[in-house]
């Protein structure tokens, strides 16, 4: 993502969670994965949150058919990158290392996740 886009709410990440997890489809289809909440989403609403998700650069739409296709127009790797980018810069002052003490120090890694950073961190490091 070249430029920071604007903010999501919770309930438009829910839509575009749905455009990751199932790929691109109507609004009907984004219905239908909705999680079961006491109060649903009406249809309306929907088209609603995906026009805004359309509006911040996240989701695109295709309108050549009767029913409009939405797909994701960023990946899961993308909001994450800008909502960590976000978060170093509102708490640990444009510095990521914080972040990344914090995620160990709380063990919310995995033996695989432990791996797989090891092996970023190396494909990172400078030759000697």
């Known amino acids: 993502?070249?430029?920071?886009?604007?903010?999501?709410?919770?309930?438009?990440?829910s839509v575009l969670k749905i455009?990751?997890?199932?790929?691109?489809?109507?609004v009907r289809d984004i219905e239908t994965h909705l999680p079961r909440?006491?109060?649903?989403l009406a249809y309306n609403t929907i088209l609603t949150l995906l026009s805004r998700l359309r509006?911040?650069?996240y989701v695109s739409a295709d309108r050549s058919g009767t029913a409009h296709v939405f797909r994701a127009a960023v990946?899961?790797?993308?909001?994450?990158?800008?909502?960590?980018?976000?978060?170093?810069?509102?708490?640990?002052?444009?510095?990521?290392?914080p972040?990344?003490?914090?995620?160990v120090r709380g063990r919310h890694l995995s033996v695989d996740?432990?791996?797989d950073l090891r092996k970023?961190?190396?494909?990172?490091?400078?030759e000697e």
């Open 1 to 13: 993502m070249a430029r920071r886009k604007a903010p999501i709410s919770d309930t438009e990440l």
């Open 19 to 26: 455009l990751w997890a199932h790929g691109p489809g109507t």
């Open 37 to 40: 909440r006491q109060q649903p």
């Open 55 to 57: 509006q911040k650069g």
């Open 75 to 97: 990946t899961r790797d993308d909001v994450l990158g800008q909502g960590l980018a976000t978060l170093a810069r509102r708490i640990c002052d444009g510095t990521a290392s």
């Open 99 to 103: 972040l990344v003490h914090a995620l």
């Open 113 to 115: 996740d432990v791996a």
């Open 120 to 126: 970023l961190l190396d494909e990172l490091a400078p």
